[in-house]
């Protein structure tokens, strides 16, 4: 697919040397952040290797991008997206995020088909694009549940108005392989999810914006560690517990709403997420809420966000046989709490400042969802502090 991905970009440029159907638009964000503790790494995401431990980092939200649109003509373009940022494993790369097909029938009808971003969250098609949002980066209690934010296959959008209103029916199918860092084993886990189905609910107006999402696929997970774990596991005939807590081809689900109000100066947003796996990869479930208010060009704003494990993340007997399996679980607790306050300043059309403070409050073993320990240190909050600068052209 990755390959089929830059064969059609590759047409497309070439097609655009000659054309006029061409909108080329530059995106990025230029970051820093502090963490004034240094029991913890704070990082972008739970599995991001880069980030602040008592000293000023500009990578952790540093990102440049474009986005590429070729018209064919007037129901069928090519879109394309992409960034160049540090990764999870530490490199600093260009990739491709997005690219596919687009079919618009200008009649309430939309079809996709290529590498396509899943529709999870309010600002899942556009969370590259620090302009377009509020905050720096949108609270990782929600947004960082799934750990792959897009998928090779296809998607249909039905939109309408009803009276005032509008809807929106989206639907999405296909399949994704990801590699995930663990970063507390040094070591990589790759993974599968095959029959990816996903719906979107968006319903609301002018002011106010309602929406509901669901997901389910089948995955399936293996690295050296696991491998061992559930081989010794089977061979000390603990079979029931090693086909409880393996991944493979577990059903995978997520389920998220939001609401949102842009009322004259006042903004306010929610989502709520919940991850279900079952197996070791315990299923968190968060949410969060942020006020905001614009004073002209600035907009201060006030956020909560809280995650927590919906399973336990021990076993209740551990023998030489278990520890292992009891180690790996007790990892996945990234629960935590952040409180934000901040602003963001349109100085133009094109170009905002942000600033943020956080604190946050890991509840885990090795920390949370963006604060990972540095060595046996956890339930220590620590102070963040974010500055940004967003462009688009």
Known sequence: MKKLTFILIFIVVNLCAQDSKLDLKFFGTLGAVYNDNNKYIFTKGPHSKDGSSKKINTYVDSILGTQTT??????????????????????????????????????????????????????????????????????????????????????????????????????????????????TLNEVFTNEIKNLKALNFTF???????????????????????????????????????????????????????????????????????????????????????????????????????????????????????YMLNELIKIQNVAQDTRTLGFKYHINSNIDFKFEYQRIRPKGINGGFNLNAIGNNANSSSNIYSLAIDFVF
Do not use: C, W
């Not at 004259?264 to 997420?273: H, L, M, R, T, V």
């Open 70 to 183: 070729y018209k064919f003509n007037d129901t069928t373009s090519f879109i394309a997206q992409g960034i160049i940022k540090k990764d999870d494993f530490g490199n600093t790369k260009p990739s491709i995020d997005s690219a596919y097909l687009k079919y618009d029938s200008n009649e309430n009808l939309i079809f996709k088909i290529g590498q396509i971003k899943l529709p999870y969250y309010k600002n899942s098609n556009n969370n590259n694009i620090g302009y377009s949002k509020l905050m720096i980066r949108e609270p990782i209690e929600v947004y960082g549940q799934m750990p792959f934010d897009i998928y090779n296959g296809i998607e249909f959008i039905y939109y309408n108005i009803f009276n005032k209103y509008f809807y929106t029916f989206q639907g999405s199918y296909g399949q994704k392989k990801f590699d995930i860092p663990i970063q």
């Open 204 to 322: 609301g107006n002018d002011i106010i914006e309602a929406r509901a999402s669901y997901l389910h696929g089948k995955i399936s997970t293996s690295s050296s560690t696991i491998n061992n774990i559930f081989r010794d596991l089977r061979q000390a005939n603990l079979n029931n517990l090693a086909n409880k807590y393996e991944i493979q081809d577990k059903d995978a689900e997520y389920f998220g709403l939001g609401l949102f109000i842009n009322y004259q100066n006042f903004i306010f947003s929610s989502e709520y997420g919940k991850r279900k796996v079952d197996s070791f990869y315990i299923g968190p479930s968060g949410f969060y809420t942020t006020f905001g208010y614009r004073f002209g060009a600035l907009i201060p704003y006030f956020s909560y966000a809280k995650v927590k494990m919906d399973s336990k993340t021990f076993l209740d007997t551990v023998t030489p046989d278990t």
